[in-house]
């Protein structure tokens, strides 16, 4: 006898030894008979969305924005961390290699034991130079410690990169310029340099005077491309220096090239054949010497990826902020130079580096970008306005909105930044410039932020565009919503030679160069006219 069952009522359990059907619930057994027929399935598909759906998705978005914020602020304090503990570790290394030197000069007749086991003078050691000996004595007499002078007393290891065989460095030392203010005499630490080479511990706004030590005794020319007027001044030069200060010249391959093709008189001149050798250029480089205007400056800095030697740019183009020689009076100028002492401005650069969304963190970055003027984040051809998140040492500055960003340096302060409403600020003091691009907002106003921050700029992952990055105006880079670029200020400045000093060159540069405040001086009513 069988029994039919409802398809409305739940299944009882059967054991006719076949197959065992499970209960189901009333809900499930709706589900199903409604499934059977097309119409059931049609009022499915015909149905409206759960509502709210949209705004979870944005609400975990946003949870998920807020921890990689975090993690990446874990990783910034991290790398914050590890970069100063190098410095430290490097700023230890430097004292301890001092007093071990110092240690082997005051005990000459120190023995040792050679492979043999016979006993061996030292001998063939790097010195100290005589302002090192007098370091104890004389620290703070002249602003600059004197134990931070190193005289080039060895020969460099890596120099066999490079070809051509080069007489080392000529050396330095810089120091202020006091003028007998004696409370400045107990500042220090404010220039370092090891073997020719200048970094900064920290800025100041006094002027740097650059002594030379021994001759300088290689010289590279850095021309403007496709003139007639600078091609013919850099083969009178190149003759002059050679043939009246017997130095050794480096020029680049194209001018090589061009000096060659004018003459076989110039075989003597030198160069490099591949990207590698630029990088020891500086271990070999007494002085570079720029025929052009401020774009031949900011070439020769880029070409320095480290240390940079001193840059004598003569004026030949345009605008000439960073050009303060003119070209007509080379010799006298170089005649000066060459012997010395000279004031200097040192130039500082911003390191950037682009952070791609995709990055592990924030030690996962592309090579690092040098720029001496600015670094412009814009919205590129898109018709939507920029969207950029900037923060400052972490701490969040502002949302940007408009045409972009540009982070530039005092050097680069009339540059880009001061066609975009930024102030005009003296190279020498120390800062970032924080100035918008046409913002949408009329209270958003240029900053001057200190050197030692980190600035940086994200791209929101909501942004309808992307933001592209330029620097010094070339090498041109996309970002992309959740990219980011991270800017701070570089190691290593660009010491530039002054005509005068820092300030009278900067003053005459906007005099000149803009025009500053040119009026016309007004006169009373009852006072005589000029005629």
């Known amino acids: 006898m069988s029994m039919k069952q409802s398809p409305m009522s739940p299944s009882k359990h059967s054991s006719n030894g076949n197959a065992s059907v499970l209960p189901l619930e009333n809900c499930f057994s709706d589900s199903l008979s409604m499934l059977n027929s097309e119409k059931a399935v049609e009022e499915l598909i015909q149905q409206p969305l759960l509502h709210g759906i949209d705004d979870h998705l944005i609400e975990f978005a946003e949870a998920l924005r807020t921890v990689a914020k975090a993690l990446r602020q874990a990783a910034e304090g991290k790398a914050s961390a590890q970069a100063e503990a190098s410095e430290w570790k490097r700023k230890y290394e430097l004292e301890k290699s001092r007093n071990l030197q110092l240690e082997k000069r005051a005990i000459p007749s120190e023995k040792h034991l050679d492979e043999n086991g016979r006993v061996a003078h030292l001998t063939n050691k790097p010195v100290l130079s005589d302002a090192v000996e007098k370091s104890d004595r004389c620290c703070g007499e002249h602003g600059i410690c004197s134990h931070q002078v190193l005289r080039d007393g060895e020969h460099d290891h890596d120099a066999s990169v490079v070809p051509n065989k080069m007489i080392r460095k000529a050396s330095f030392k810089l120091s202020w310029c006091c003028k007998g203010d004696k409370s400045d005499q107990k500042k220090h630490d404010i220039v370092s340099f090891e073997k020719g080479n200048i970094t900064t511990a920290e800025r100041s706004s006094k002027q740097i005077s650059l002594k030379w030590e021994s001759p300088p005794q290689t010289v590279l020319i850095l021309t403007k491309p496709n003139s007639t007027a600078v091609r013919m001044l850099c083969s009178e030069l190149v003759r002059w220096l050679k043939e009246q200060k017997s130095l050794n010249i480096f020029v680049e391959p194209r001018v090589r090239t061009e000096l060659l093709t004018e003459s076989s008189y110039y075989q003597f001149v ?73 004031s200097i401005t040192l130039r500082h650069r911003l390191q950037c580096h682009v952070i791609r969304a995709s990055a592990k963190s924030d030690l996962d970055s592309e090579e690092p970008i040098l720029v001496l003027n600015e670094v412009t984040i814009d919205r590129g051809i898109s018709s939507f306005l920029t969207n950029l998140e900037c923060y400052c040492d972490n701490s969040f500055v502002t949302c940007v909105q408009g045409d972009g960003l540009i982070l530039s340096t005092t050097s680069g302060s009339t540059a880009y930044s001061l066609a975009a409403g930024g102030s005009m600020v003296h190279p020498q003091v120390p800062g970032i410039l924080f100035t918008p691009i046409c913002p949408h907002s009329l209270s958003f106003r240029p900053l001057i932020l200190p050197e030692h921050v980190t600035i940086r700029v994200q791209v929101p992952f909501n942004s309808r565009g992307h933001a592209w990055a330029s620097f010094d105006g070339k090498d041109r880079k996309k970002l992309a919503p959740g990219d980011a670029l991270v800017c701070s200020m570089a190691t290593w400045p660009v010491p530039t030679a002054c005509q005068a000093d820092s300030t009278s060159d900067f003053l005459r540069s906007i005099h000149e160069g803009l025009h500053w405040n040119l009026r016309k001086t007004q006169q009373a009513f009852d006072s005589p006219r000029e005629t």
């Open 270 to 342: 030198q160069t490099w054949e591949n990207d590698k050798e630029i990088l020891f250029l500086h271990r070999n480089v007494d002085l570079v010497v720029t025929l052009g205007g401020d774009g031949t400056v900011l070439w020769a800095a880029s070409m320095f990826k480290g240390p940079v030697p001193p840059v004598v740019p003569f004026s030949l183009g345009s605008l000439g902020f960073m050009t303060p020689f003119y070209s007509e009076h080379y010799k006298e100028y170089l005649d000066s130079i060459l012997r010395g002492p000279i």
